[in-house]
């Protein structure tokens, strides 16, 4: 039994308070995936080794052989899914972070309303959830790209432009789909059909694993609207020397600045009205 | 009381929330005092809730003017925030956090320094009595323990008004003397409190001064004490003639004391000597099944007021 020592309103640096709210619930969040370090860490240092033994040396001794490593310009297969795989990684990463937790946060344990009756505002809550997202992503792309150079798989040079790239993407997505599941009542199966209707074709037709060149016209716009193909591309001008000419790789930034801003602003919207009504 | 003690920490003026074509809360009026402990009671669906949200600083009104420590909560809620302590209906403590790192948490959201912060939580744990359960997950501790960790939780940055909503609903009558208790030493501390709640007893328990609310408006306002000498009478003569002589017997009943209700399993007889009038009762040869005096409460405030009883 104790009574509390109490001085009404004195403790809090209101200033201060005010100013990092984003920086605190992007700690939180942060302490919460520390309760799935391993799982975090053995996905994020497991899924790469699978992937570039499997697809990589597995797919892409059979295509360099059956090639005679002509078909993509000499590059050995290997060092063509790369930037695929470490983009993909980036994108699954940082979209990790926004789906689930944001559904905990206003539908099953309604966290953000507690974090809201703070000096934290619904918009410093958006942004902190999207900075835990984005440093888990920064996280995925480093462990990512270290197998990656381990594997012989990009030149040590392009290894931060790449790491940007993916990124990038990550984030730009990530902020489309926080938009949809900040504004989700109850899950009811979304992150199911977005999975598999949405994250599986991304997957499989964005010139992930062959030229998107090879596919007929009418299913490249897959590619064309995704930013995995879009971050792909920029990764293989970086690694493999793709050289598309300026102002595409200009198109592929931009791309992701409107998905991003978009994204954020519907976010922002969908958060000031669900935590103040 | 001093000159600081009566300076006024939140006034509402016409206070109004609309949803859609629904008013939850119709232009309401009520100031609250630094130091004061306030209630607003009334049935679910009053309202109390809806104005819990508005005076939380987070829910934006409709209409009206509702100043909170100087300050407008549509302009500068975050800031407002920073010097009040929330105590939800629901808890919301986070499940995947230790109970220590609860308060932690919720206290780095004030931006209060970790050094700081980590004094604070062993003092707030002991003032929650909790100091066993540090270590604990939420889910391994009773409801009357979460409750109390979400009080303790809503002192961590040394709020100026602590708002509880609906503080004991749902727990156990040993588990509610336990907050009450605490909730007092904090009233005694100088803490200004404003709490909702649909018992009478936790009113009267707990409250300087409260309104009663319904249908979005207040119906009445005042000390508990008041509020009974208004519009009850000093003692109440529960009287049960079974379910289907209550009414045509309450007219006889009604000559013995100032007023009289009837209840579907009970009439109540508003009295200033509930013992006399049984007696008289008696005397007429009216022979109740069984019968009670009693003090008269908030319930009999809230019945008078609008014919309906708290609890259904």
Same mark, same amino acid.
């Given at each position: 039994?104790?009574?509390?020592?109490?001085?009404?309103?004195?403790?809090?640096?209101?200033?201060?308070?005010?100013?990092?709210?984003?920086?605190?619930?992007?700690?939180?969040?942060?302490?919460?995936? /520390?309760?799935?370090?391993?799982?975090?860490?053995?996905?994020? /240092?497991?899924?790469?080794?699978?992937?570039?033994?499997?697809?990589?040396?597995?797919?892409?001794?059979?295509?360099?052989?059956?090639?005679?490593?002509?078909? /993509?310009?000499?590059?050995?297969?290997?060092?063509?899914?790369?930037?695929?795989?470490?983009?993909?990684?980036?994108?699954?990463?940082?979209?990790?972070?926004?789906?689930?937790?944001?559904?905990?946060?206003?539908?099953?344990?309604?966290?953000?309303?507690?974090?809201?009756?703070?000096?934290?505002?619904?918009?410093?809550?958006?942004?902190?959830?999207?900075?835990?997202?984005?440093?888990?992503?920064?996280?995925?792309?480093?462990?990512?790209?270290?197998?990656?150079?381990?594997?012989?798989?990009?030149?040590?040079?392009?290894?931060?432009?790449?790491?940007?790239?993916? /990124?990038?993407?990550?984030?730009?997505?990530?902020?489309?789909?926080?938009?949809?599941?900040?504004?989700?009542?109850?899950?009811?199966?979304?992150?199911?059909?977005?999975?598999?209707?949405?994250?599986?074709?991304?997957?499989?037709?964005?010139?992930?694993?062959?030229?998107?060149?090879?596919?007929?016209?009418?299913?490249?716009?897959?590619?064309?609207?995704?930013?995995?193909?879009?971050?792909?591309?920029?990764?293989?001008?970086?690694?493999?020397?793709?050289?598309?000419?300026?102002?595409?790789?200009?198109?592929?930034?931009?791309?992701?600045?409107?998905?991003?801003?978009?994204?954020?602003?519907?976010?922002?919207?969908?958060?000031?009205?669900?935590?103040?009504? | 009381?001093?000159?600081?003690?009566?300076?006024?920490?939140?006034?509402?003026?016409?206070?109004?929330?609309?949803?859609?074509?629904?008013?939850?809360?119709?232009?309401?009026?009520?100031?609250?005092?630094?130091?004061?402990?306030?209630?607003?009671?009334?049935?679910?669906?009053?309202?109390?809730?809806?104005?819990?949200?508005?005076?939380?600083?987070?829910?934006?009104?409709?209409?009206?003017?509702?100043?909170?420590?100087?300050? !407008?909560?549509?302009?500068?809620?975050?800031?407002?925030?920073?010097?009040?302590?929330?105590?939800?209906?629901?808890?919301?403590?986070?499940?995947?956090?230790?109970?220590?790192?609860? *308060?932690?948490?919720?206290?780095?959201?004030?931006?209060?320094?970790?050094?700081?912060?980590?004094?604070?939580? !062993?003092?707030?744990?002991?003032?929650?009595?909790?100091?066993? =359960?540090? &270590?604990? =997950?939420?889910?391994?501790?009773?409801?009357?323990?979460?409750?109390?960790?979400?009080?303790?939780?809503?002192?961590?940055?040394?709020?100026?008004?602590?708002?509880?909503?609906?503080?004991?609903?749902?727990?156990?009558?040993?588990?509610?003397?336990?907050?009450?208790?605490?909730?007092?030493? @904090?009233?005694? &501390?100088?803490?200004?409190?404003?709490?909702?709640?649909?018992?009478?007893?936790?009113?009267?328990?707990?409250?300087?001064?409260?309104?009663?609310?319904?249908?979005? =408006?207040?119906?009445?306002?005042?000390?508990?004490?008041? @509020?009974? =000498?208004?519009?009850?009478?000093?003692?109440?003569?529960?009287?049960?003639?079974?379910?289907?002589?209550?009414?045509?017997?309450?007219?006889?009943?009604?000559?013995?004391?100032?007023?009289?209700?009837? @209840?579907?399993?009970?009439?109540?007889?508003?009295?200033?000597?509930?013992?006399?009038?049984?007696?008289?009762?008696?005397?007429?040869?009216?022979?109740?099944?069984?019968?009670?005096?009693?003090?008269?409460? *908030?319930?009999?405030?809230?019945?008078? @007021?609008?014919?309906?009883?708290?609890? !259904?």
């Amino acid at each position: 039994m104790s009574d509390l020592r109490f001085t009404p309103g004195q403790v809090v640096d209101v200033a201060k308070a005010v100013r990092g709210g984003s920086w605190r619930v992007a700690e939180y969040r942060m302490r919460n995936m /520390l309760h799935w370090w391993a799982a975090i860490i053995s996905f994020g /240092l497991g899924n790469p080794v699978l992937y570039l033994v499997s697809v990589g040396i597995g797919i892409g001794g059979l295509v360099n052989k059956a090639s005679g490593g002509h078909l /993509l310009g000499g590059v050995p297969y290997l060092e063509f899914v790369a930037p695929a795989l470490l983009a993909s990684a980036a994108i699954q990463g940082v979209m990790d972070e926004v789906t689930f937790p944001v559904m905990e946060g206003f539908t099953w344990e309604k966290y953000f309303f507690a974090i809201n009756a703070t000096s934290v505002s619904a918009k410093q809550i958006a942004n902190g959830v999207m900075l835990a997202a984005i440093i888990r992503g920064v996280w995925t792309v480093i462990m990512y790209g270290g197998i990656l150079l381990a594997f012989g798989a990009i030149p040590f040079t392009s290894l931060l432009p790449l790491m940007f790239s993916s /990124l990038i993407a990550g984030v730009a997505w990530s902020a489309v789909i926080m938009a949809v599941s900040a504004n989700l009542k109850n899950d009811d199966g979304v992150f199911a059909i977005i999975g598999r209707f949405v994250i599986a074709p991304m997957f499989l037709f964005s010139g992930t694993f062959y030229p998107l060149d090879l596919m007929p016209l009418y299913v490249r716009w897959i590619g064309w609207i995704s930013p995995l193909w879009h971050s792909t591309q920029l990764g293989r001008d970086y690694t493999i020397g793709l050289a598309e000419p300026m102002w595409l790789q200009a198109v592929h930034y931009v791309y992701f600045a409107l998905m991003g801003v978009i994204g954020m602003l519907i976010v922002y919207r969908a958060f000031v009205r669900r935590l103040g009504e | 009381m001093s000159e600081t003690a009566k300076e006024i920490v939140l006034s509402a003026k016409g206070l109004t929330k609309i949803y859609g074509d629904f008013t939850a809360v119709a232009g309401i009026d009520f100031e609250v005092r630094r130091g004061e402990s306030f209630g607003i009671l009334g049935p679910n669906g009053a309202g109390k809730s809806t104005t819990m949200k508005m005076i939380s600083a987070v829910s934006k009104r409709t209409g009206g003017e509702l100043n909170i420590l100087g300050k !407008d909560p549509n302009q500068k809620g975050p800031e407002i925030r920073a010097h009040l302590g929330v105590v939800p209906q629901k808890d919301l403590l986070d499940r995947e956090l230790k109970t220590w790192e609860n *308060l932690f948490v919720y206290g780095r959201y004030f931006g209060l320094p970790r050094k700081w912060l980590h004094k604070k939580v !062993d003092e707030l744990l002991a003032f929650a009595q909790l100091e066993d =359960k540090r &270590n604990s =997950k939420v889910d391994e501790m009773s409801g009357g323990m979460q409750r109390r960790l979400a009080i303790a939780r809503g002192l961590v940055n040394e709020p100026e008004i602590l708002l509880l909503d609906e503080p004991t609903t749902g727990l156990d009558p040993q588990a509610r003397h336990v907050l009450w208790d605490r909730l007092f030493r @904090l009233r005694e &501390n100088g803490v200004t409190i404003i709490l909702t709640t649909h018992y009478m007893d936790e009113a009267e328990q707990l409250c300087d001064r409260l309104v009663v609310m319904d249908a979005g =408006k207040i119906m009445a306002e005042g000390s508990p004490a008041d @509020l009974i =000498k208004t519009y009850a009478s000093k003692e109440v003569l529960e009287l049960r003639f079974g379910t289907d002589r209550n009414e045509e017997t309450a007219p006889q009943v009604a000559k013995f004391g100032d007023r009289v209700e009837v @209840l579907p399993d009970r009439v109540l007889l508003y009295t200033e000597n509930g013992e006399a009038a049984l007696e008289s009762v008696m005397d007429a040869g009216l022979k109740p099944v069984t019968s009670l005096v009693r003090r008269a409460s *908030l319930e009999d405030v809230f019945l008078r @007021l609008t014919g309906r009883s708290l609890v !259904d």
